[in-house]
């Protein structure tokens, strides 16, 4: 709710200051001193036909030149306060109120505002992450799919729910950035090998799905209130003709706004949390069944960890990121405090209970991979900013950034179940071979053990890496995903620039300028963003393997291009509200930006004043039609895609 009145009074805030001085053109006085002056000199105004040429017909004028315009209309049009609230409550109000629904799922309530702002600032942005999110989780289906290929649900029931549990879970976890942990206890092999600890799987799913936003009557309602109140409004002017140009207006906003329908409902059908740290809690309160000699296991995250972290990724540019090697987590279920102490070779982590005042240490074994070098936790500044970013900002619209590291998650997870599937029935841990007759045996082992048989050559890995090249399907949804960003943000934005730059005086003017202004800043903010979240994930890749060169550029590089982006975002999301608004007061009703004055391509330009409404509406209808009918095609279409392209069926198929 907090976000709803944000949405709906910051732009008031602004138009209660911006009104008083707003300036706009007198059509009517316009009008009056233009007849006067070619009555007294015909050679004073310079008439302009419907086709946009120079006339000397009075009868045929459509207005009068912008030089004419600059002489002759000099009296200023009084705000009309009562179409200003009737055109914003119409338009613009709808759109900002259905904001509210946009997938925030933050850490606080000003990294929420930070979301909303770079989704109204770059569309393609919000966009690119939810069909990112959609691509990965039929990559995910199709990944684990083939797991299940080779599974005797039958002969092993608790595994094939296990499984199941796991593909949900991997799916539902794309909002935050997730770590497979083995380590010293090598929890992810356990998890995945005994038996038992299916329930651990099916547990945590259960918890997560409780937890997950759903279909709500307000939702409902805001969807609604903006379709309604566009289908009258629309119907309502064109029965009327009246105030013609606001048709076109109101039109082109619709068209401009009309993205956020099928990307807030995507975002509720491929599946979002209530809250940043609901997966987070549900990992520290789920009980693990057994873990080496140990059983009953609560109170802490098992074989999968939640890195998000405070950062400056959801705060304003700038942001300084406060961080240190000792840090304290935030969690819901209850504050735990995280020590890191390096010494040599030797990674030790403690882990103190704030309920219990217990600690233990988990690990203090010297390791030799090269994981141990880099701690997920130590993810380095460049002038006291994060060069991780927005990949550990929990959050959906952040999907984009961990796409990297969430997809070799999913590696390290279906390669465990895979090998460990492939396996049983025919050899047992440590090589031995299958007994058929006391089959309690066969997965009873130690949990190094355990590891060597969940890897591909028998290799016990205690640290899995959390950054890896991605797969060629990863790349290729990569792609595909910036197919549809660009095609819903220039469907949208274009549809809006078409009936803004048709509608006479047809040109590139303030209204159409403004719109392609918003496209091109929008695209530049993901391109951007999607480039610095790349140098990023390199810079983490090889400071993971230690192949950071000291002098290394990425990680500087990844900050400044995350800034660049994230300004870029917020400036036009300010910006495209602003633009929205001067259209309403009159901001924009002056002859440079009546007479289209940006088009250099037409110039000089002209100002209508003598057409009438019924004229100007039908040489625009077209324009008008077919913007609106571009916008909601494509919208339809995406819809559509975004529905039918999850691929659970793929997964859920019988074996044939």
Not at 120 to 148: C, D, E, H, M
Not at 215 to 243: E, G, H, M, P, R
Not at 556 to 562: I, K, Q
Request: charged share 15%.
């Amino acid at each position: 709710m907090r976000v709803l009145r944000l949405s709906i009074v910051y732009p008031l805030f602004i138009t209660a200051f911006w009104v008083p001085l707003v300036i706009g053109l007198n059509i009517t006085a316009c009008t009056s001193a233009s007849l006067a002056a070619f009555t007294a000199d015909p050679n004073l105004v310079t008439f302009y036909g419907q086709d946009g040429m120079p006339t000397t017909d009075l009868t045929q004028a459509w207005g009068i030149s912008y030089d004419s315009c600059k002489v002759l209309c000099t009296v200023p049009e009084p705000f009309n306060w009562n179409f200003f609230s009737e055109c914003m409550t119409s338009w613009l109000i709808p759109w900002l109120a259905l904001a509210a629904q946009l997938p925030f799922e933050t850490i606080d309530k000003r990294s929420n505002f930070m979301v909303m702002l770079l989704a109204i600032g770059s569309p393609a942005l919000i966009t690119y992450s939810l069909s990112l999110t959609i691509l990965n989780a039929r990559w995910i289906n199709q990944k684990f799919r083939q797991v299940k290929e080779n599974l005797d649900e039958e002969e092993y029931p608790q595994q094939a729910k296990a499984l199941t549990a796991a593909r949900s879970i991997l799916i539902e976890s794309q909002h935050i950035p997730i770590q497979i942990i083995n380590g010293p206890d090598r929890e992810i092999s356990q998890l995945v090998v005994i038996a038992e600890n299916s329930a651990w799987w099916t547990r945590l799913l259960d918890m997560v799905q409780k937890t997950k936003r759903g279909w709500t009557y307000s939702l409902y309602s805001q969807v609604s209130w903006v379709f309604v109140a566009q289908l009258l409004t629309i119907i309502d002017f064109f029965n009327t003709k009246s105030q013609s140009t606001t048709v076109g207006v109101g039109l082109a906003i619709n068209c401009l706004w009309v993205w956020m329908i099928p990307i807030t409902l995507g975002w509720v059908y491929v599946g979002t949390q209530t809250s940043a740290g609901s997966i987070k809690e549900a990992l520290g309160n789920v009980t693990v069944p057994i873990l080496g000699d140990r059983k009953n296991i609560r109170g802490r995250c098992v074989g999968i960890r939640d890195r998000s972290i405070y950062g400056d990724a959801a705060m304003l540019p700038g942001y300084r990121h406060d961080r240190d090697p000792s840090w304290r987590t935030y969690s819901t279920a209850g504050q735990r405090e995280v020590d890191h102490e390096r010494k040599g070779s030797l990674e030790i982590e403690i882990i103190s209970s704030g309920s219990s005042g217990e600690s233990r240490t988990l690990g203090s074994e010297k390791q030799s991979h090269a994981a141990i070098k880099y701690h997920p936790t130590d993810c380095g500044t460049f002038f006291g900013l994060s060069i991780a970013g927005c990949e550990l900002e929990a959050g959906p619209i952040f999907n984009y950034a961990r796409i990297w590291s969430h997809t070799n998650a999913v590696k390290h997870v279906a390669e465990a179940f895979h090998w460990s599937v492939v396996r049983q029935g025919h050899t047992a841990l440590n090589r031995r071979e299958w007994n058929e007759k006391n089959q309690s045996q066969n997965l009873d082992g130690s949990p190094e053990e355990m590891s060597a048989y969940t890897s591909k050559d028998w290799e016990d890995v205690p640290n899995l890496l959390i950054h890896g090249d991605a797969p060629w399907s990863a790349i290729i949804n990569m792609f595909s995903a910036g197919l549809i960003a660009i095609l819903m943000q220039w469907a949208t934005t274009g549809s809006a620039i078409i009936i803004a730059y048709n509608t006479p005086v047809v040109g590139l003017g303030c209204n159409s300028g403004s719109y392609l202004l918003f496209g091109v800043l929008a695209t530049l903010s993901w391109l951007t963003l999607v480039f610095s979240s790349y140098l990023s994930h390199r810079w983490s890749l090889l400071r993971e393997g230690g192949n950071l060169q000291r002098n290394s550029m990425l990680g500087p590089t990844a900050v400044l291009t995350r800034l660049i982006g994230k300004t870029l975002a917020v400036l036009n999301a300010v910006w495209i509200l602003l633009a929205c608004i001067f259209q309403f007061t009159g901001t924009y009703d002056t002859c440079w930006c009546n007479s289209c004055a940006l088009d250099v391509i037409r110039r000089p330009g002209w100002v209508a004043l003598f057409a009438s409404p019924a004229q100007i509406a039908d040489q625009s209808s077209a324009a008008w039609i077919g913007g609106a009918c571009l916008s909601i095609v494509v919208t339809l279409v995406i819809t559509a895609w975004i529905f039918l392209s999850r691929g659970d069926e793929i997964f859920e198929e019988n074996s044939q």
